[in-house]
């Protein structure tokens, strides 16, 4: 068994050490934080052991290092200091080379640990105040924090009675909003309950275009579009799949946990061109790769193509590759430019 697998196997007992070993070290953080810290900081230790998993397996400490980063920023804004994180690194770091010595897990730590004071405690926003929908972008946001999904529903139809395309609402109002949702939760200014009230009041918006999306012209082209494993994360890759709707091109979308098996047979079964798949997290890798594998063995696939795109990707130049992708995009524009150019 390999150290990545090594990690996943023993996840709870090293997450209870791990928590054991810092509060023994650091008995002021337990007395500041209570018994829900020591819950929290063994979930937390799980959580970091899942992504350094991910990043052993990919080869990318960028992988990593952004999920650090990631985590500072989550734990700065519920009042978790820098430093306690930099304690709790060291812990992970200690039980590591006892359990298994100094390895490739143990190097990638430390480099975290000496980079995590110069990393950022904050996250710029995604709405930028240059596009010429940022006005209907911060509008709509507004709508969803208030927990008014008619108001949401109602100011979108307006815009695009208004002469707004769908287009622009797409990839100017719902990528940078649901962005902008996971930023705030991020900085810890919604609740996890707001951001997934946000989510499901946008796909609900999504839902009331398609009588001016799905009604167009269809060419011959195909596209299967599907997220990976548990993720929750569907509305980007929904948001491409309507994108190539108003492009003409016949779209699957499968949402998540499909069995990699399944999803390949939909493809075969339809005669796909391209099979989108996305992947936020990084513990969600070997899913893409699996099902990337299946689709790459299918002879009746043989003139398609897999592009591949969500954060996971992001955070390691390349990586698509690695896994045998033969392609990768950002965001909205960049694959649709991919696909249809």
């Given at each position: 068994m390999?150290l990545?697998?090594?990690?996943?196997a023993r996840?709870?007992?090293?997450?209870?050490?791990?928590a054991?070993r810092?509060?023994?070290a650091?008995?002021?953080?337990?007395?500041r934080?209570g018994?829900?810290?020591?819950?929290?900081?063994?979930?937390?230790?799980?959580f970091?052991l899942?992504?350094?998993a991910?990043?052993?397996e990919?080869?990318?400490d960028?992988?990593f290092?952004d999920?650090i980063g990631?985590a500072k920023?989550?734990?700065?804004?519920r009042?978790?200091?820098a430093?306690d994180?930099?304690?709790?690194?060291s812990?992970?770091?200690?039980?590591?080379?006892e359990?298994?010595?100094?390895?490739?897990?143990?190097?990638?730590?430390?480099?975290?640990?000496?980079?995590?004071?110069?990393?950022?405690?904050?996250?710029?926003?995604?709405?930028?105040?240059r596009?010429?929908h940022?006005?209907?972008?911060?509008e709509?946001l507004?709508?969803l924090l208030?927990?008014?999904r008619?108001?949401?529903?109602?100011?979108i139809l307006?815009a695009l009675?208004?002469?707004?395309s769908?287009?622009?609402v797409?990839?100017?109002?719902?990528?940078p909003v649901?962005?902008?949702?996971?930023?705030?939760?991020?900085?810890?200014?919604?609740?996890?309950?707001?951001?997934h009230?946000?989510?499901?009041?946008?796909?609900?918006?999504?839902?009331?275009?398609?009588?001016?999306i799905?009604?167009g012209?269809?060419?011959?082209?195909?596209?299967?579009?599907?997220?990976?494993?548990?993720?929750?994360h569907?509305?980007g890759?929904?948001?491409?799949?309507?994108?190539?709707e108003?492009?003409?091109?016949q779209?699957?979308y499968?949402?998540a946990?499909v069995?990699?098996?399944?999803a390949?047979?939909?493809?075969?079964?339809?005669r796909a061109?391209?099979l989108?798949?996305?992947?936020?997290?990084p513990?969600?890798?070997?899913?893409a790769?699996e099902v990337?594998?299946?689709?790459?063995?299918?002879?009746a696939?043989?003139?398609?193509?897999?592009?591949?795109g969500?954060r996971?990707?992001r955070?390691?130049?390349g990586?698509w590759?690695?896994?045998?992708?033969?392609?990768?995009a950002a965001?909205?524009?960049?694959?649709?430019a991919l696909i249809?150019?």
């Open positions: 390999n990545a697998a090594e990690l996943r996840l709870d007992l090293l997450g209870h050490e791990i054991e810092h509060f023994a650091h008995p002021e953080q337990l007395a934080y018994a829900i810290g020591h819950q929290r900081c063994r979930e937390d230790a799980r970091h899942q992504f350094l991910a990043a052993l990919a080869k990318s960028g992988m290092l999920y990631w920023v989550v734990l700065a804004a009042n978790v200091p430093h994180l930099h304690d709790n690194i812990i992970v770091i200690e039980v590591l080379a359990q298994f010595g100094e390895t490739d897990a143990t190097a990638l730590l430390r480099r975290a640990h000496d980079e995590l004071p110069s990393m950022p405690v904050d996250v710029p926003t995604f709405l930028d105040p596009d010429p940022w006005g209907l972008a911060t709509y507004g709508d208030r927990g008014n008619h108001d949401a529903t109602k100011r307006d009675d208004a002469g707004v769908a287009r622009d797409y990839r100017r109002v719902f990528e649901q962005q902008e949702i996971g930023r705030l939760w991020q900085l810890n200014r919604i609740s996890v309950a707001q951001e009230f946000c989510t499901a009041a946008t796909q609900h918006v999504m839902t009331q275009l398609y009588s001016r799905f009604t012209g269809k060419h011959d082209r195909r596209v299967v579009a599907m997220s990976v494993g548990g993720e929750q569907e509305v890759i929904r948001i491409i799949t309507d994108l190539l108003l492009e003409g091109w779209t699957w499968l949402g946990n069995p990699p098996l399944a390949v047979a939909m493809c075969v079964e339809h061109d391209v989108l798949v996305s992947a936020t997290l513990p969600h890798i070997a899913a790769s990337i594998r299946l689709f790459h063995a299918e002879p696939l043989a003139h398609a193509r897999v592009i591949v969500g996971a990707f955070m390691e130049p990586l590759r690695t896994i045998g992708a033969d392609g990768y965001n909205a524009d960049e694959c649709i249809t150019g």
